[in-house]
């Protein structure tokens, strides 16, 4: 199982970018990288999703250099309802060995 | 698209008594359904696996007969905690991959709290 290393904690500043970056050394061929948001007392919620090089969508970045053996979630501009924890989840195409990471706490200051 | 809900979204028992939690995929087929338990300030931990008309694969260490999952059909699954005791209190989750497995959306969670 590809297990995942993240920095427990961050702090930001409304309106800069954050990235977060993930570590998974034992990436399997099959794993695909997915990003997660949660709240508390809440399901974590999908935010982007990738396998190899850039993704982009409506709220995020996902960087994959070649080798796989980490993931970069990017957030431009943040604001204070982006506080929550993010996870990074490695797992793959046959829906098995996700295996969800300790997370890293984001608090955004005004 | 892609919502998965869960009822009921919290739920208080008596020590000894089962206690079942629904989980749905609203607007998709789940060929696979996944359950999590998280405690406070803890991560996501996997409970067990299942696909739509098999048995439930479950993670080492947890109980079989304790946490018993159903997943009869391809838009419902079931997770029931039977003889409930406090330290089963925690926050269940569960997922739903649809035909791209790899790719699992989350319901709201049920707090369970057993007295």
Redesign the interface.
């Known amino acids: 199982l590809a297990k995942t290393t993240q920095p427990i904690s961050m702090d930001s500043y409304e309106g800069q970018e954050v990235n977060i970056t993930c570590s998974h050394n034992n990436i399997a061929t ?3 990288i ?1 990003w ?1 948001q949660q709240f508390p ?6 935010i982007i ?1 990738g396998y190899k090089t850039k993704v982009t969508n409506e709220v995020a970045s996902l960087f994959i250099p070649a080798d796989r053996k980490s993931s970069t979630l990017s957030l431009p501009r943040v604001s204070l309802s982006d506080t929550a924890v993010y ?1 990074c ?1 490695v ?6 060995n ?6 890293t706490r984001l608090s955004v200051l005004p | 698209g892609a919502v998965v809900s869960q009822h009921p979204s919290w739920v208080i028992c008596k020590s000894g008594t089962s206690v079942k939690i629904e989980c749905r995929s609203l607007d998709f087929q789940a060929t696979t359904m996944f359950w999590y338990r998280q405690f406070p300030k803890q991560s996501l931990m996997l409970m067990a696996t299942s696909n739509e008309g098999s048995k439930a694969t479950y993670e080492q260490g947890v109980e079989k007969d304790k946490f018993l999952i159903n997943h009869a059909s391809l838009t419902l699954s079931t997770l029931t905690v039977t003889s409930a005791h406090p330290e089963d209190s925690s926050f269940y989750i569960c997922s739903a991959s649809g035909l791209r497995k790899e790719t699992q959306y989350f319901g709201p969670g049920t707090r369970l709290l057993v007295l």
Not at chain 1, 91 to 96: A, E, F, L, R
Not at chain 1, 98 to 103: E, Y
């Open positions: 099959n794993d695909y997915t997660y007392s809440q399901g974590p919620r999908f999703q996870y989840l797992g793959g195409s046959y829906g098995q996700f295996v969800f990471g300790p997370g």
